[in-house]
């Protein structure tokens, strides 16, 4: 009959080896700290013999900070202003990513990029430029996912008349960059962080969700908002007599 028994050198109390006594062939961790770390060993004996494996070393990387995005104009006017987009925090070491409406931005004459792509330019702001941008920080090891966080509904207006255009878009700060999905009282529109009905009726009316996945943890997020739609607005003075 085999045993196994798992062993970690405590650095921190300056033992030789603590012996964890497991009844399975893995060992998990849970909730790892700073005092998880360090080399492990596994040991497989029976009555009469015993072996060990070589140490393997447990290193945790410390965690990179969550980024965020500021600039001196979010409002620009089309074809007359520029927008620069700056990363925060400056960071030492590491690079850093851009994302435009949930794809990556190349570098190119109409995207410039400075500053170890920290800072990013948009020259002549267009139409065709607007949308939700996102950075990202990468170390020497990779990327850190996390999120994604609640996922917020741009514009608050809850309340609209028939004929009008519906134009609603979410964001979620996630890494990687959330895939977004829309239902109205549970059943699905579409896919895509906007969402576009035009000449909406009260049909429309309902209870709007949003939700944001992180396709790397597999997390997930919603947010609701609920959408009134009035009848169409007549003028007094087409409504006399009807």
Not at 22 to 39: N, Q, R
Not at 93 to 99: C, D, N, Q
Not at 123 to 142: A, K, L
Request: glycine share 8%.
């Amino acid at each position: 009959m085999l045993g196994f028994r798992h062993l970690v050198q405590d650095t921190h109390r300056g033992d030789k080896s603590q012996q964890i006594r497991i009844p399975f062939l893995t060992l998990t961790l849970f909730v790892v700290t700073k005092d998880t770390a360090g080399p492990y060993e596994c040991e497989m004996k029976n009555p009469v013999s015993a072996s060990r494996s070589d140490p393997v070393t447990l290193n945790l990387l410390s965690e990179l900070p969550k980024p965020y995005i500021t600039s001196k104009n979010f409002n620009p006017m089309e074809n007359k202003n520029s927008v620069a987009l700056t990363c925060e925090p400056k960071t030492q070491g590491y690079t850093y990513m851009w994302w435009g409406n949930g794809q990556s931005l190349p570098v190119s004459p109409r995207l410039k990029q400075l500053g170890e792509n920290r800072i990013l330019i948009v020259p002549n702001v267009t139409r065709n430029g607007t949308g939700t941008y996102e950075c990202e920080i990468w170390d020497q090891v990779g990327s850190i996912y996390n999120g994604p966080d609640v996922p917020r509904i741009f514009p608050s207006l809850i309340d609209y008349r028939s004929g009008e255009n519906l134009y609603l878009s979410c964001f979620a700060y996630s890494n990687p960059p959330a895939e977004y999905t829309w239902t109205i009282n549970g059943k699905f529109l579409q896919s895509g962080p906007r969402l576009y009905i035009p000449k909406i009726t009260t049909k429309h009316s309902g209870l709007y969700r949003c939700s944001a996945r992180n396709s790397a943890t597999g997390s997930e997020r919603s947010t609701l908002e609920t959408i009134r739609v009035s009848g169409k607005w007549i003028p007094a003075s087409l409504a006399v007599g009807l």
